[in-house]
C-alpha cells in the first residue's frame, strides 16, 4: 500500500512539474510573442483603410493590359508615379532600354461560309495591321506528309489561303470535368486518344520541318493571307495569348470551340471561309520603364529593403494576376508603410519592373545598373504569381536565411504565417520571375510563392486574366506579411547574410552545379 501510494506522489509531482513546464513556457512564448505597436498599426491600416479595390480596379479597369511597348505599359507607369506621390513617396520612372512600340485594336473575325457566325478570338501581340475590310479566304490545314521535302512542295499550295496550324482538341472539357463526371473506362479511353493524337501531331510536325515559331514564317513567305492557332489552356474558355511571328499578314487565336469547329469543316471538304480584320497600330521605337518609388532610411540610408513585383502583362485580357496582384501587393505595403512607418531605419525600394514577359528586363537592367543598391540590399521581396494568399518561401540557397527570414516571420501574425511553408537553405532559382535577377547577383531575394487557385490553367497569360479573379482576401493576407516583413528586415539590428551554400552535384552529370550566372537585359526588343 505505502509502495502504491509512494508511486501516486510521484505521479502527482511529475504532473506538477510538467504543469509548471508548461506554465513557464507559455508565459515566455506570450512574452516573445508581445504584440508590437508597429505590427498592430500596419493590421489596422490594411483592414480599414484597405486602397486595394479601388488600385487593381484603376490599374485594370482604367489602364487595361500592359504590353511592353504599348501606350498603356507607358500610362501604367506615369498612373504609379502619381499614385505614389499622392501618398507623399518619390517615385520616378527610370528608362533602361527600348522596345518596338505598338497598338492594339479591335479584333473581328467571321466565318462566312458554310454558314455565318462570330468567332471568339484575338490577333496576337505585335502583329501588323489588316487592311480597312481585313482579309477573305478559305481555310484550310496543314497536310499529312513523309516528309519535309513532300512539304516544301505542298507549300505553294497555301497561297490566297488562311492556315490552321494548332492541332484540334480531343476534348473541350478539362480533366477535372471528365473525373466527376465519366465512368472510369471512358475517362481513360479519352486520355489514351488524346495521348495518341497529340503523339501523332507530334510526330506530323518533326515530318513537315519546322517548329511552332518557324512554321507561320514559312507559310507567309509561301503567300498565305493569315494564320490561325489555337493555344488551349485545359480550362473552360481559356486560352494563352502570346506574340505573332508574322510580319505582314494576321495571326489570330481562336477559342478551342470555334477553332475545332473550322478544323472539321475543312477536313470534311466543306471548304470553310472567314473574314480577319485586326486592327493596329505601329509607333516606331518607344522607351521601356521601370517606376521606382523609395521611402528613404533614417539610420542606414545607404541600406535597402526592396520590394519587387513586375508591371508589365501579356494583353490576352487585363493582366490582373499576372502581375497585377503582385503590383497593388507592393504599392499597398509602400502605401501603409509610409503611413504608419515613415522613418524607416533602411530605405525601403519599391520596383515595378517593366518586360518580365520578355525574359525579365527590367529588374536585370536594374542590377547591371545599379550595383550600388543591389550590393547593399537586406532583402528583397517579389509577389507574382497569380492572386492567392502567400503559402511558401525558400531560402533561395542563402545559408543563414533561416536565420533572418525566422526572425521577421515570427512577427507575422498566426493566422497569416500558419498558412506559410518554409525551406531553408532551399536552392537558388534561375528564372520564373524578378527575384531571380537579384539572386543571380548574390543578393538575398525571395519569392512570396502563392496558392495556385487554377493559376496556370485560368489566368497565367490567358484571355481570362480579369479583375473578377482576384481574390482581395487574399491579396490583402499578402500585404500584410509583405509590410510586416519589409517593417522588420528595415529594423533589424544585423545586415543578413549573402553565405551561400555549397551547390549539390548534378546526379546526371556528375559535376558540380553552378549559382545562376547573372544575364544581362535585352535593351532593344522586337526591333530586329
Known amino acids: 500500500m505505502k509502495t502504491h501510494i ?24 506570450a512574452q516573445a510573442q508581445t504584440k508590437d505597436p ?30 511592353v511597348g504599348t501606350p498603356q505599359m507607358k500610362k501604367a507607369h506615369d498612373w504609379a508615379v502619381a499614385k505614389y506621390q499622392s501618398w507623399g513617396i518619390p517615385a520616378r520612372n527610370e528608362k533602361w532600354g527600348e522596345w518596338r512600340g505598338w497598338e492594339r485594336g479591335t479584333s473581328h473575325i467571321d466565318m462566312l461560309q458554310p454558314w ?31 516528309d519535309s521535302v513532300a512539304f516544301q512542295r505542298w507549300l505553294p499550295s497555301v497561297k490566297g489561303k488562311i492556315v490552321l496550324i494548332s492541332m484540334p482538341q480531343a476534348t473541350g472539357r478539362p480533366d477535372y470535368n471528365w473525373q466527376e463526371f465519366a465512368t472510369k473506362e471512358s475517362f481513360d479511353k479519352m486520355k489514351a486518344e488524346r495521348t495518341a493524337q497529340t503523339e501523332a501531331w ?69 471548304a470553310p471561309k472567314i473574314n480577319i ?31 519587387s513585383a513586375h508591371f508589365d502583362s501579356w494583353d490576352g485580357a487585363t493582366g490582373a494576376t499576372d502581375n497585377g496582384t503582385g503590383t497593388i501587393v507592393m504599392m499597398e505595403a509602400m502605401r501603409i508603410l509610409k503611413e504608419v512607418y515613415p522613418n524607416p531605419k533602411r530605405t525601403i525600394l519599391v520596383g515595378h519592373w517593366g518586360s518580365e514577359e520578355q525574359g525579365l528586363n527590367g529588374s536585370r537592367a536594374f542590377v547591371a545598373d545599379h550595383p550600388e543598391i543591389v ?15 502567400v503559402v511558401n518561401i525558400s531560402g533561395q540557397g ?38 531571380a535577377s537579384f539572386v543571380a547577383a548574390g543578393a538575398p531575394a525571395f519569392s512570396l510563392s502563392s496558392l495556385n487557385w487554377s493559376y496556370f490553367n ?71
Request: charged share 25%; proline share 5%.
Open 277 to 307: 480584320n485586326t486592327q493596329s497600330k505601329e509607333l516606331g521605337v518607344v522607351p521601356a520603364f521601370n517606376t521606382i518609388a523609395e521611402i528613404k532610411g533614417s539610420e542606414k540610408p545607404n541600406e535597402y529593403v526592396i520590394l
Open 398 to 435: 542563402f545559408l543563414h536565411a533561416y536565420d533572418y527570414l525566422g526572425r521577421w516571420l515570427s512577427k507575422v501574425p498566426a493566422d497569416i504565417r500558419q498558412h506559410i511553408e518554409t525551406s531553408f537553405p532551399g536552392t537558388p532559382g534561375g528564372g520564373g520571375s524578378d527575384y
Open 375 to 389: 550590393n547593399n540590399v537586406q532583402a528583397v521581396f517579389n509577389q507574382d504569381n497569380g492572386t492567392g494568399r
Open 202 to 270: 507530334r510526330e506530323k510536325m518533326r515530318r513537315i520541318g519546322y517548329n511552332s515559331r518557324e512554321l507561320p514564317v514559312a507559310l507567309e513567305k509561301a503567300g498565305a493571307v493569315g494564320i490561325v492557332a489555337s493555344y488551349w489552356s485545359n480550362g473552360f474558355g481559356v486560352n494563352k495569348i502570346f506574340s505573332a511571328y508574322t510580319k505582314k499578314i494576321p495571326t489570330v487565336d481562336l477559342s478551342l470551340e470555334d477553332y475545332g469547329l473550322l478544323y472539321r469543316l475543312a477536313e470534311s471538304g466543306r
Open 6 to 29: 509512494q508511486a501516486i506522489n510521484k505521479r502527482l509531482l511529475s504532473l506538477r512539474q510538467a504543469l509548471f513546464l508548461f506554465v513557464f513556457f507559455a508565459a515566455a512564448t
Open 38 to 67: 508597429m505590427v498592430e498599426r500596419i493590421l489596422k491600416e490594411a483592414n480599414e483603410n484597405s486602397q486595394l479595390k479601388m488600385l487593381a480596379h484603376e490599374l485594370m479597369d482604367g489602364i487595361g493590359p500592359r504590353l
Open 458 to 528: 485560368y489566368t497565367w497569360h490567358t484571355n481570362r486574366d480579369t479583375y473578377d479573379k482576384i481574390v482581395f482576401d487574399d491579396v490583402r493576407n499578402n500585404v500584410i506579411l509583405t509590410a510586416i516583413l519589409a517593417y522588420m528586415a528595415s529594423e533589424d539590428p544585423e545586415k543578413s547574410s549573402r553565405e551561400k551554400i555549397v551547390m549539390p552535384v548534378n546526379p546526371r552529370t556528375g559535376q558540380q552545379t553552378n549559382w545562376p550566372e547573372q544575364r544581362q537585359p535585352t535593351r532593344r526588343g522586337g526591333l530586329d
Open 116 to 146: 455565318v457566325k462570330s468567332l471568339e478570338g484575338t490577333q496576337l501581340a505585335w502583329n501588323p495591321s489588316t487592311k480597312s475590310k481585313g482579309v477573305t479566304a478559305e481555310v484550310i490545314t496543314l497536310p499529312e506528309v513523309t
